[in-house]
C-alpha cells in the first residue's frame, strides 16, 4: 500500500450553507478525480493540507467517508486521524476504519510533547484498532520530533507500518531505512529527490495536486536509475516547491487552485488567504513548472 505518490487533499469549503464555511463536495469530488485520472497511487484526506485542525470530528470523519466512497477502491486511502487527545485519534481511527479507509496517518500529539513512554502509550492504542497506521514526523509543526530511539520503540507496536518523514533530517531517513523496520514516505516535495535516492518508497505530496504526473515522473525514473532525468524535473519544480510554502500550507496551493477553478480560495480560521505578493510569486512558480495559471 505504501509505494509511489500520495495526494495530501485540500479540503474545499464554500458550500452552500454557514456563511462560506461548510465543505464543499462537489469541489472535493472533483480533485479525488483529478488525482485518479493523473494516476496516483493513493490519496491522504484530513492531513495538515486538509486542514484537519479545523474541523470538527464529524466533518472530518464524513470528508473521509466521501472520499473513500468516491475512490472506490481503485487506490488505497490513508485517512488523516491524528490529534494530540488519545481518545480522540483513536475515535478518528475507528471512525476511518468503518468508513473504509486502507489505513490511517496519525501525527505526533502536537503541543504537549509526550515522553516515549505516553507515545507508545498512544501509538498501541491506536494501532489495537487493527488499521496499518503510518506516523507522521514534522516537528516544526508539533514541537516535537521523533528520535530514531523512538522510532524503533515505535516500530515494535504491532501495526505501526510506516511513517510520513518531514523533519529534514537526512541522517535520520538514512537510519531509519538501514534499520528497515518501517516503510519511509517523504513529507516535503523539495526532499524528494534525495529522499528517493535514500531508499524512501515514494511521497505524501502537496504539490502534486498541480503537477502529479511530474512527481510520478521523478519517482519512476528515481526507480530506474535515471537519476539525471529524475533531477532534470526536480529542479524545474523547485521554484513551486519553495512557493507553496511561502505561506502557512495550504493557503498557497488553494491559491493556485482557486484561480483554476478547481476551489474557491477559502480556508477555516484563523488561517487566511495568501497576500497578493505571495500570489505573485506562486502564479510565477506555476508557470515555471509547466502548469501557468489562467488570468483572473
Given amino acids: 500500500m505504501l509505494s509511489g505518490l500520495f495526494t495530501a487533499l485540500v479540503t474545499p469549503f464554500g458550500g452552500a450553507s454557514s456563511g462560506g464555511e461548510a465543505i464543499d463536495w462537489p469541489a472535493l469530488e472533483g480533485l479525488v478525480e483529478e488525482q485518479l485520472e493523473a494516476g496516483v497511487d493513493g490519496l491522504v484526506p484530513c492531513g495538515t493540507t486538509g486542514e484537519a485542525s479545523t474541523l470538527r470530528t464529524e466533518e472530518q470523519l464524513q470528508v473521509i467517508r466521501f472520499v473513500v466512497e468516491r475512490v472506490a477502491g481503485r487506490v488505497p486511502v490513508l485517512a488523516g486521524a491524528g490529534a494530540n487527545s488519545t481518545p480522540e485519534a483513536l475515535a478518528l481511527t475507528r471512525g476511518a476504519q468503518e468508513a473504509g479507509a486502507d489505513g490511517v496517518l496519525s501525527v505526533t500529539p502536537y503541543y504537549n510533547r509526550p515522553q516515549i513512554a505516553g507515545l507508545v502509550a498512544h501509538y498501541r492504542e491506536l494501532a489495537s484498532v487493527g488499521l496499518p497506521v503510518v506516523l507522521y514526523n514534522i516537528p516544526a509543526r508539533t514541537g516535537l520530533g521523533l528520535t530514531i530511539d523512538d522510532y524503533r520503540r515505535l516500530a515494535r507496536i504491532p501495526g505501526v507500518v510506516g511513517t510520513k518523514e518531514a523533519s529534514g533530517d537526512g541522517a535520520l531517513v538514512d537510519q531509519l531505512l538501514l534499520d528497515g523496520e518501517l516503510t519511509v514516505l517523504c513529507g516535503d516535495d523539495a526532499a524528494l529527490l534525495p529522499m528517493l535516492a535514500q531508499g524512501a518508497a515514494g511521497a505524501i505530496s502537496v504539490a502534486s495536486h498541480l503537477v502529479a504526473r511530474d512527481l510520478i515522473d521523478l519517482i519512476d525514473l528515481m526507480r530506474e536509475g535515471a537519476v539525471a532525468e529524475a533531477r532534470e524535473i526536480h529542479r524545474r519544480l523547485v521554484p513551486l516547491f519553495r512557493a507553496l510554502f511561502l505561506e502557512s500550507n495550504p493557503a498557497p496551493l488553494k491559491s ?18 495568501v497576500t497578493e505578493r505571495t500570489f505573485r510569486v506562486v502564479e510565477e512558480a506555476c508557470a515555471a513548472a509547466g502548469v501557468p495559471l489562467p488570468s483572473a
Fill in 256 to 273: 493556485a487552485l482557486a484561480r483554476r477553478g478547481r476551489i474557491r480560495n477559502i480556508l477555516r480560521p484563523p488561517l487566511a488567504p
